[in-house]
């Protein structure tokens, strides 16, 4: 295995705040890459910060051998990188169709666009029943599911996903896991942030813990305590 | 009484129907750039300045006339766009509002300078007096508004509904940074949405100039309040809302005209805003929004 | 001095109150377009005042300010909790609605032999209570720049203090500042009612300097300027709206020579000036350097 | 023969009004340069004509008084008793108050509304109910 993303001493800040203190870390081709950590810890800055839409000020990002750092997103999405984002972020305002079909954006191959959509539909059965209603409409797991299938109409090579079970109920956490481990079999390699750090440590191959903007642990499930990752997870081991 | 309220009616759904115009381009812009664009007016007037300048020079013909408007338009939107949106993408609303109104004060200047004089005649659409039908007169002017206002709506919501652009459109208006998640590329969007809204301002313009028949530096500010202020009844950065607002503030103007006088008209809309924002400030029509 | 440098210097004076009014809702971080609303209640209640009722000019102003005040703070108190743009647009309906009010508004009385008072879109003339105690233009420039000086000690003052520090946070982050205890509404309307009162002020000395006024005076386009002074200045420091003003006064003066390109010219200028400067030339940045190295 | 005829009756509508305040009118023909006019002023008191007075001449815009202006201008004595003259730049056609700062017999300043054009000034009368476009 080779590493398709290369994250080195990555700093982002808001303003006078650095929430990213110099991260570094690899997610490896094939793999599912976990990064867990408390609220506050970084997390989602580090995926706005490989997704384009926050610009990092110092530090490389490399995809496939190629800097992406400050890219613009549009060129992120068109090398092969999508998110999920958190709080899923689906047109509220547009079909579940056309949700997936602007997940396609960038892609000109009509017909393949419209038989892409049908396999998601066979994927994701719950959105074929609410194929024409609006994005805003749906329900928090079929909005997750949507947040996902529409990240995979551009066909990414790498799959972000930010707390993809954040809000949801047990029983729909299950099955958004289990669609996680699916696409990973089917060869889209993902790099995950989570809360829930008992599922993710399930699915993972490699994980990292983060906590106040710096890496402090990296390794496989079962290198750790599964109880002593969870509470750095939640509380962080500072507060511990 | 009542031939006079529908006569009222009439008259306000046809001022209503150039407000709407107006009011969609103004809402494209401020939906998909979440921006206002005080220049929106004065770009219009320069195109209608521009036509007006060609037609006392060489005399030329309405349709001439017309994609004068136009390209002088799009060209002033694009001017705009470059110098107070551009730069200001990821910054500053403020900023690039007030960058937009000294732009507005220097196109306002540009006009004046080329046709000095405070009113021009511009050909007027047709030239026979106004349609009888009944006891209800009916300006020719009037349908040929309504017809290209309809046109013009069916033609944005084609692009809108039915296009590559359309889709990236609605999906800005609908969520920015899950546009650029998918991978459209804001930057030309927000190019291209402003010559598109220019387009349809210029069109409103020209309706407007060629049914009054004269053009006065006026033009600029009042279709920026009118623009704003339709957007802002009908909901903001919803485009069939302004259509709605644009149509109501037209009927509101017409009724409120008849009964109270113009002073009381310009009164009675500015007071429905600040209703409307104090007691409902998602406007009168909006999209739904969850999640 | 010759009348024309007085005319411009008093100009500026009287413009930065209505800027300064603009600022400080600014750095409350509210963008209001109808201070001018405000300006012209003192234009309008102060000029009455002295011209029909004949009360000395001191009078009539702390009257006008107080109106002014409490105008704003009835305009703020349905609107001060929407965001940005919404307040934006409803301060600017209220402006436009106080204006045409000044278009409906007949009050004239018979005074010397002459109809005074506003007179709808005719306009309101005679105020002339400067010119009968005969005041030099120049004896009126030191009362204008007195008065805008003791507003810039007050705001000098309030920036330094706890006061100031509550507005900027405010400013900056309502949502923060509310989670320290801070009553951001009320603050707000505080801060409303006291730009209110200055930028009447500006409207009484603004009357009583052209003797005349009349309600296109106060259209949107003297508010929009405002807020373009306070922007183009720098919101770091109160100083930054009468840069502003004296910017684009001193620009607009100093171009004569190109007379009808002047707007062309400085629209252009302050346009590229804001893409360097988004938050004006004295802004946070600037005022923190400068206090760092001069104190 | 019909605008002196006019100008008299204004003159003695107003004469019981204000025998203290001075009254002015302003006659403008245009000049050579655009936007720039000759004016007359001519000045009164309690319907005599008002000489040797101080007269600055300048002009606002309505719609931003503070910052659209032109520079005053002294006015010289005129031919007749009570006329002055000056010529006004103006920047654009249209409305403009003419503002005058009389000085002398007088301490005052007269407000003038004058429409502006190609041909010369003519007094603006708002009726106050016609729409504003």
């Known amino acids: 295995m080779s590493a398709l ?12 705040i650095e929430a990213l203190k110099g991260v570094s870390l690899e997610v490896q081709q094939g793999s599912i890459t976990c990064l867990l950590g408390p609220n506050g810890a970084g997390k989602t800055t580090l995926m706005m910060s490989t997704a384009g839409i926050l610009r990092p000020r110092s530090g490389s990002i490399q995809f496939a051998g190629a800097e992406i ?19 899923r972020l689906v047109f509220p305002g547009m079909t579940v169709t056309e949700n997936l079909r602007a997940g396609a954006y960038q892609r000109a191959d009509k017909a393949e666009i419209e038989a892409h959509i049908e396999r998601m539909f066979a994927r994701f059965a719950p959105l074929k029943a609410r194929a024409t209603q609006l994005g805003g409409t749906l329900s928090g797991g079929e909005q997750q599911m949507l947040s996902v299938a529409r990240a995979l109409m551009s066909r990414p090579r790498l799959l972000l996903m930010d707390e993809p079970s954040l809000g949801l109920a047990p029983l729909i956490v299950d099955e958004i896991f289990r669609i996680i481990a699916e696409l990973n079999k089917d060869g889209t390699t993902i790099f995950l942030v989570e809360q829930n ?3 993710a440590l399930k699915v993972a191959n490699h994980f990292y813990l983060i906590e106040q903007g710096k890496v402090t642990f990296s390794g496989d499930p079962g290198s750790l305590a599964e109880d002593e990752v969870i509470r750095r997870a939640y509380l962080g081991s500072a507060r511990a | 009484m009542l031939v006079d309220l529908i006569q009222n009616t009439l008259d306000g759904l046809t001022a209503g129907a150039a407000y709407a115009l107006l009011a969609i381009g103004f809402t494209l812009i401020f939906g998909v750039l979440r921006r206002i664009n ?9 195109g209608c300045y521009a036509a007006t300048w060609f037609h006392v020079q060489f005399q030329v013909g309405l349709l001439v006339l017309a994609a004068l408007t136009l390209a002088a338009t799009v060209l002033a939107g694009a001017y705009v766009e470059r110098l107070c949106f551009a730069p200001h993408r990821d910054r500053s ?30 050909p007027a659409l047709y030239e026979g007096g106004p349609l009888s039908l009944g006891p209800f007169t009916l300006r020719a002017e009037a349908l040929v508004m309504f017809a290209v206002t309809v046109l013009a709506c069916l033609a944005l919501q084609r692009l809108l509904y039915r296009s590559r652009f359309g889709l990236s ?36 313009g020209y309706l407007i100039v060629a049914s009054a028949g004269q053009v006065t530096p006026m033009l600029g500010m009042w279709s920026t309040l009118k623009g704003m202020l339709a957007m802002m009844l009908g909901g903001l950065g919803s485009l069939p809302g302004a259509i709605v607002g644009g149509l109501a503030l037209g009927l509101i103007e017409a009724h409120s005209q008849w009964f109270f006088g113009p002073q009381v008209r310009d009164l009675t809309a500015y007071f429905l805003l600040f209703a409307l924002l104090a007691l409902r400030p998602s406007g009168l029509w909006t999209t739904p929004r969850h999640g | 001095m010759d009348d024309y440098v007085t005319g411009v210097l008093t100009n500026i004076g009287l413009f930065s109150f209505l800027a300064l009014s603009a600022y400080l809702l600014l750095i409350a971080g509210e963008m209001s377009f109808g201070q001018q609303a405000f300006f012209g209640v003192g234009a309008y209640s102060g000029g009455i005042l002295t011209a029909i009722y004949g009360l000395p000019l001191p009078v009539a102003a702390l009257v006008a300010m107080l109106l002014g005040s409490l105008c704003a703070f009835l305009v703020g108190l349905p609107t001060l909790r929407l965001r940005g743009l919404y307040f934006a647009m409803a301060t600017l309906a209220a402006a436009e609605m106080a204006r045409i009010l000044f278009e409906l508004f007949r009050f004239q009385r018979q005074i010397g032999g002459e109809l005074v008072g506003p007179d709808g879109t005719q306009g309101f003339r005679g105020i002339r209570w400067v010119f009968e105690r005969g005041v030099e233009p120049a004896g009126y420039l030191a009362l204008v720049w007195g008065l805008l000086l003791i507003a810039l000690v007050v705001f000098l003052l309030m920036e330094r203090s706890r006061l100031g520090a509550t507005l900027r946070a405010i400013g900056e982050d309502p949502d923060l500042a509310r989670s320290c205890g801070i009553s951001v509404e009320r603050f707000k309307l505080g801060v409303a009612a006291a730009a209110g009162a200055l930028a009447a002020l500006g409207g009484v000395l603004f009357a009583h300097h052209n003797t005349y006024i009349e309600p296109r005076n106060f259209d949107i386009m003297l508010g929009v300027h405002s807020l373009a002074y306070a922007l183009i200045g720098g919101l770091g420091t109160a100083f930054g709206p009468l840069l502003g003003v004296m910017v684009d006064l001193g620009v607009l003066e100093g171009s004569r020579v190109f007379q009808g390109y002047r707007m062309i010219a400085f629209g252009g200028l302050v346009a590229i000036l804001l893409i360097f400067r988004p938050r004006g030339l004295l802004d946070e940045k600037v005022v923190h350097w400068l206090r760092a190295r001069f104190s | 023969m019909a605008k002196s005829a006019l100008f008299l009756i204004l003159a003695l509508a107003s004469l019981p009004a204000s025998a203290q305040r001075a009254q002015a009118e302003l006659a403008c023909t245009p000049s050579n340069t655009d936007f720039a006019y000759h004016c007359v002023v001519r000045l009164s008191r309690g319907g005599q004509p008002l000489p040797g007075a101080d007269v600055s001449v300048g002009a606002d815009m309505p719609s931003m008084p503070m ?15 009570g006329e002055y003259q000056a010529r006004l730049d103006l920047e654009m056609l249209g409305e403009w108050a003419v503002k005058l700062r009389l000085r002398g017999p007088v301490n005052d300043q007269l407000i003038l509304h004058y429409d502006f054009d190609e041909k010369g000034a003519r007094p603006v009368i708002r009726s106050g109910r016609l729409p504003r476009k």
Not at chain 1, 5 to 16: F, H, I, R, S
Not at chain 1, 69 to 87: D, Q, S
Not at chain 2, 184 to 194: A, D, E, G, K, T
Request: net charge positive; hydrophobic share 60%; aromatic share 8%.
């Open chain 1, 5 to 16: 993303l290369e994250v080195k001493d990555v700093v982002t800040a808001y303003g006078k």
């Open chain 2, 169 to 204: 459109v609605r999906a800005v208006i609908d969520q920015p940074v899950a546009a650029r998640l998918v991978g459209i590329n804001l930057p030309w969007v927000f190019v291209r949405v402003f010559a598109v809204a220019s387009a349809l301002g210029a069109v409103a």
């Open chain 1, 197 to 199: 750090a008992h599922m």
């Open chain 4, 67 to 81: 910052a659209h202006n032109v520079r005053p201008v002294k006015a010289k004595p005129g031919k007749a008793p």
């Open chain 2, 93 to 122: 609303a403020i900023a690039a509002m007030v960058a937009s109104f000294a732009i507005w004060m220097q196109l306002e200047e540009l006009a004046t300078l080329v046709l000095p004089n405070h009113l021009y005649a511009f």
């Open chain 1, 69 to 87: 750092a400050g890219a613009a997103p549009h060129a992120i999405v068109a090398r092969g990188i999508a998110l999920v984002p958190e709080n």
């Open chain 2, 38 to 46: 005080l220049s929106y007016g004065p770009a219009i007037m320069l």
